[in-house]
């Protein structure tokens, strides 16, 4: 399955894509893609190679969720989400492994943004996790080194935070003094509050 | 705004001017008197039939953030036949051009929302890749802008109007027949797309978990290509070819296939002008940057008709279409000529589907040629109001993705139903300057 799903990306980074209408039951990308002339098809764009290679080992979030899904399952229950927003310390201990680009382990991505979902579900009756949460995350991107981390937390804020001045006040202020991906988020996480 | 458009319909009206003979062209429309069009994002879908190679319009131009992108696309323009087309420093010198009739925004879909609406201010018919926007919000904006500008717009998939409908056997038409004429009998269809081809085999549109940021090349304008999405470090994996797996740009295999599936039926249900009330979720808690697989999505409208959408290959046998008499409609199978019904009698034989068929009438003419859109300005008929609806079908999935559940959608207010959490999603800001751009 990893190779089909390497060489599928391989292919795919050679720019082929369906979109000519497929009879056959077994996807035929190549076969229907009107190329213009000259241009080879499984030519991959030199950019690609080794960018490419240095991923091998690195899984598709389908075969993450596949290898690990009873983890997973395990993982997201309510009862599991309730209780990383029951109090400031537990929240933070679930951020604190956020890391640095792209480098946060999956399971702790996914439980992160479920709890964001998990606060919003029933955002009135859940108002305290939710405040809890939304604090934390600030608390994290305030304090943290690197611009990922804040970019992270800002972007979990994005779906939970709550409407209010204080909070917009807060983002704005962390916007200003940071680089300018952080002031970006941090402006479309305003405007997202501001609705 | 007066454009090239514009004038080739006044010079019609005096005569017929051409800078080149048209017998020297051996008949061909003279290339002054030809509509113009340029593409935006020379990926791999721009290669493809309707964009490159395309003859109803003359290639004049292009652009790509990508030098190498360029620079191939150049070359690839004078082999398709085009000449020496102009390459464009950025998209808004392009949309400045007045010479640029069409644009065909062959762009990932976290850019056809803004793009479309400034080509439309822009005084652009477009031409746009699937899926027509990545969010509700968007999809709304672009309808508003292209309607108040008098633009022409279509989409780029086809299968209401022309091919055959995946993996059936057969165009829609007939499968619309179907519907219209009530042979399904009165009630609420249930529309299993798994049975065609679901959407398991696209699953390898999927993000890749901890990748490493790399050092982008000097060739490539990552913050140009970012455009309107949330800036993170450059890797090669979250762009060209494999964006899809990352919710910043796209949704994964359904971002890719969902409206070449849902477009027609949306159609052959005739829901145009509707969409779902509810959609339901069965599947894993996605992660917040990268697109992983769902199990079950389902979208019910207000009539109770559901389009069930397979994500883990287990409804491959079941009918496309099942209606309240009984009655199913099937796929064309080995030995069968025609697409195949059932009903509590059993299967009916193709002799008697070919003669019921013939007997109904066929389903309102479509508009399917957008050059002659362009320049009749009669709507294509997959526009932006059509196409809208079938978007909104895709965006309303991929948020109960996100979501991890199911939620109710207002399909005439266009928001969600008291779920502050999935209108988050529905209606999502740009980074500046993109906002300003596409929402004023």
Known sequence: ?195 | MTNRRDFLKSAAALGAFSIVPAGVLKGETAPSNQLTRAIIGFGGIAHSANHLPFKGSRLIGLCDPDELHVKDGLACAERAGWGKVKAYKDFMALLADNSVDVVHICTPPHWHGCMSVMAANAGKDIWCEKPMTRTVGEGKRVMEVVKARKRMFRLNTWFRFQDTFYGFGTTVKPIRQVVENGLLGKGPIKCVFGAGQGFDWKFFWSGLVNLVPQKCPSTFDWDMWLGPAPWKPYHAHRTHATFRGYWDYDGGGLGDMAQHYLDPLQYLLCKDETSPVKIDYVGPKQHPDVVGRFDRITLTYADGTEVILDGDGTLKGEPLLRGANGTCVYKKGEGSTTLRIKDANGWWPDKKVVDQLAALPPPAAQQTDFMDSVRTRKPFCLNEQTGFRSCTMFNLAIVAERLGRGFEFDPVKLCAKNDPAADRFLFQALREPWQKEMFG
């Not at chain 1, 997201?76 to 956020?98: G, P, T």
């Not at chain 1, 804040?150 to 006040?169: H, M, N, S, T, Y």
């Open chain 1, 1 to 195: 399955m990893k190779k089909a799903l390497i060489g599928m990306t391989l292919l795919a980074a050679a720019g082929c894509v369906c979109t000519a209408p497929v009879e056959a039951e077994k996807p035929v990308e190549t076969a229907t893609v009107a190329v213009a002339p000259g241009k080879d098809p499984a030519a991959p764009y030199d950019d690609y190679g080794p960018a490419m290679a240095s991923e091998k080992g690195n899984p598709m979030a389908v075969e993450w969720h596949n290898q690990n899904a009873a983890a997973l399952d395990a993982a997201v229950k309510d009862d599991v989400l309730a209780a990383f927003v029951k109090d400031d310390a537990s929240a933070k201990a679930l951020l604190a492994q956020v890391k640095d680009a792209y480098r946060t382990d999956a399971k702790a991505a996914i439980q992160i943004a479920a709890v964001t979902q998990w606060v919003m579900a029933k955002p009135d009756a859940r108002k305290d996790a939710r405040m809890t949460w939304t604090k934390a995350l600030m608390d994290t991107a305030e304090n943290a080194k690197c611009d990922y981390v804040k970019l992270f937390c800002l972007d979990q804020v994005r779906w939970c935070g709550c409407p209010c001045p204080k909070l917009a006040a807060r983002v704005e202020k962390l916007g200003k003094k940071s680089s300018k991906p952080v002031a970006d988020m941090a402006d479309l996480v305003v405007r997202g509050l501001k609705k």
